[in-house]
Nanobody
Framework: QVQLVESGGGLVQAGGSLRLSCVAS????????VGWFRQAPGKEREFAAA???????YYAESVKGRFTISRDNTKNTVYLQVNSLKPEDTAVYYC????????????????WGQGTQVTVSS
């Protein structure tokens, strides 16, 4: 069993940055891939970034070059550094953990956090 808690969201102006954190419980966290998904009002949840157990990274085209995902297994934490934020990045950001191989698909993840709100003003 893995429990995930996100933090670090907030209100930021366009062009600003935030660092989102996802802290996990569970001794086997290092074996899981972790993804960040986001859901804007009235839209479906979409993939943003993911990191595998061995630190391979994956990004959606819309965030590539602006977002950076990393993990510190000694702290059971995955980070999402979000830079050059745009109003269209406004969403609730969720982290998820799973043992599946397709990091882009939300149904590959077994555990989800409650989300953290990111709001970007223009």
């Amino acid at each position: 069993q893995v429990q995930l808690v996100e933090s670090g969201g907030g209100l930021v102006q366009a062009g600003g940055s935030l660092r989102l954190s996802c802290v996990a419980s569970g001794r086997t966290f290092s074996k899981y891939g972790v993804g960040w998904f986001r859901q804007a009002p009235g839209k479906e949840r979409e993939f943003a970034a993911a990191i595998s157990w061995n630190h391979a990274t994956y990004y959606a085209e819309s965030v590539k070059g602006r977002f950076t995902i990393s993990r510190d297994n000694t702290k059971n934490t995955v980070y999402l550094q979000v830079n050059s934020l745009k109003p269209e990045d406004t969403a609730v950001y969720y982290c998820a953990a799973g043992l599946g191989g397709n990091f882009y698909r939300s149904d590959e993840y077994q555990y989800w956090g409650q989300g953290t709100q990111v709001t970007v003003s223009s």
